[in-house]
Nanobody
Framework: QVQLVESGGGLVQAGGSLRLSCAAS????????EGWFRQAPGKEREIVAA?????????????VKGRFTISRDNASRDNAKNTVYLQMNSLKPEDTAVYFC????????????????????WGQGTQVTVSS
């Protein structure tokens, strides 16, 4: 079992930056691909970015390429301090949404799942609001 807790959301003006964090605890985290998803009111959940458990491959939605960066810290093999980050720069009002992190057990060190259905664990979400 893996528990995920997001933090770092908030209110920011357009053009500003935020850094989201997703702290993992429970069973080992280092063999999980990790993704960030978002859901805006009245819209379906969409993937924002994903990173392989090796940290060597990433995926970004077209809408955030060049502005967002996903990274991970697998410093602790006992998962006590395993954290995934989403650095968000040049934020736009259309980035406003609840952001969720998710973990997908993966045997592929380079796998970056983009389908939410492939993720096993989800955080509770953190609100990001970008004002114009």
């Amino acid at each position: 079992q893996v528990q995920l807790v997001e933090s770092g959301g908030g209110l920011v003006q357009a053009g500003g930056s935020l850094r989201l964090s997703c702290a993992a605890s429970g069973r080992t985290f280092s063999r999980y691909a990790e993704g960030w998803f978002r859901q805006a009111p009245g819209k379906e959940r969409e993937i924002v970015a994903a990173i392989s458990w090796s940290g060597t491959r990433t995926y970004y939605a077209d809408s955030v390429k060049g502005r967002f960066t996903i990274s991970r810290d697998n410093a602790s093999r006992d998962n006590a301090k395993n954290t995934v980050y989403l650095q968000m720069n040049s934020l736009k009002p259309e980035d406003t949404a609840v952001y969720f992190c998710a973990a997908a057990a993966s045997a592929d060190p380079w796998g970056v799942p983009v389908d939410g259905g492939k993720y096993d664990y989800w955080g509770q979400g953190t609100q990001v609001t970008v004002s114009s």
